[in-house]
T-cell receptor, first 111, second 114 residues
Framework: GQNIDQPTEMTATEGAIVQINCTYQ??????LFWYQQHAGEAPTFLSY????GLEEKGRFSSFLSRSKGYSYLLLKELQMKDSASYLC????????????FGQGTTLQVKP | DGGITQSPKYLFRKEGQNVTLSCEQN?????MYWYRQDPGQGLRLIYY???????QKGDIAEGYSVSREKKESFPLTVTSAQKNPTAFYLC?????????????FGPGTRLLVL
C-alpha cells in the first residue's frame, strides 16, 4: 500500500526552530510537496523536492532523502503566524499528477 | 491577477439534489484536480485532468462527475449518489518547468447538506 506518515501535533516557542518529519512508502516517487494550511483556509504551496538534498526558501527549508523515504520541513525564527497545519504530499508512480497526502501536522507556536 | 478561483465559498445542498462547484484558473496550467478534505483527514483526490477533454477518476470518484471542455475550467458536480457530501472541496492546478513542479490550490468551497 501507499502511506505517508507525519506527527499529528507539535508545539514550539516563538523565535525557535522546529523540524516536521515526513516518511513515505509509495509505489514509485516523482516528487514531494510541503503545504501550509491555516484553519479554515486552503493549503498554500511551500516547497517541492524531487532530488536528494536541501531546498532553502527564506525561513523555510525542505530536505529529501529518497533512499530513506524521508523528508523534513524546517522552520526557523518561528513566528506566531506560523501556527498552522503542515501537509506532506508525494507524487507516486507514473505521470498522472496524483498526489498522496499525509494527514498533516498541526503546529502550535507559543509566545 | 493570476490564480485559481472557486465559487461559491459556501454551498448548501438539499437531499436528492445535484450541485456544481466551479473552478477556474488563468495560470495556463494544463493539469487540474479536485480534492476533498474532511476534519482530521488528509486530502483525498476525487478527479483529475491532465489535458482538455480528458479526465481520470481519483481515489473517491463515486458520486461525483467532472468535465474539462476548456483549459481554464474544471467544474465538479456532486450528485445525489454521494451519500456523505459535507466536506471542504479544493480545486488545484499544476505546472512543471525544468523538472520543478508547483501545484496551487483555490480558496475552496464548503458544501453542507440541509
Amino acid at each position: 500500500g501507499q502511506n505517508i506518515d507525519q506527527p499529528t501535533e507539535m508545539t514550539a516557542t516563538e523565535g525557535a526552530i522546529v523540524q516536521i518529519n515526513c516518511t513515505y512508502q509509495t509505489s514509485g516517487f516523482n516528487g514531494l510537496f510541503w503545504y501550509q494550511q491555516h484553519a479554515g483556509e486552503a493549503p498554500t504551496f511551500l516547497s517541492y523536492n524531487v532530488l536528494d538534498g536541501l531546498e532553502e526558501k527564506g525561513r523555510f527549508s525542505s530536505f529529501l532523502s529518497r533512499s530513506k523515504g524521508y523528508s523534513y520541513l524546517l522552520l526557523k525564527e518561528l513566528q506566531m503566524k506560523d501556527s498552522a497545519s503542515y501537509l506532506c504530499a508525494v507524487r507516486g508512480s507514473s505521470n498522472t499528477g496524483k498526489l498522496i497526502f499525509g494527514q498533516g501536522t498541526t503546529l502550535q507556536v507559543k509566545p | 491577477d493570476g490564480g485559481i478561483t472557486q465559487s461559491p465559498k459556501y454551498l448548501f445542498r438539499k437531499e436528492g439534489q445535484n450541485v456544481t462547484l466551479s473552478c477556474e484558473q488563468n495560470l495556463n496550467h494544463d493539469a487540474m484536480y479536485w480534492y476533498r478534505q474532511d476534519p482530521g483527514q488528509g486530502l483525498r483526490l476525487i478527479y483529475y485532468s491532465q489535458i482538455v477533454n480528458d479526465f481520470q477518476k481519483g481515489d473517491i470518484a463515486e458520486g461525483y462527475s467532472v468535465s474539462r471542455e476548456k483549459k481554464e475550467s474544471f467544474p465538479l458536480t456532486v450528485t445525489s449518489a454521494q451519500k456523505n457530501p459535507t466536506a471542504f472541496y479544493l480545486c488545484a492546478s499544476s505546472q512543471t518547468i525544468d523538472r520543478k513542479e508547483t501545484q496551487y490550490f483555490g480558496p475552496g468551497t464548503r458544501l453542507l447538506v440541509l
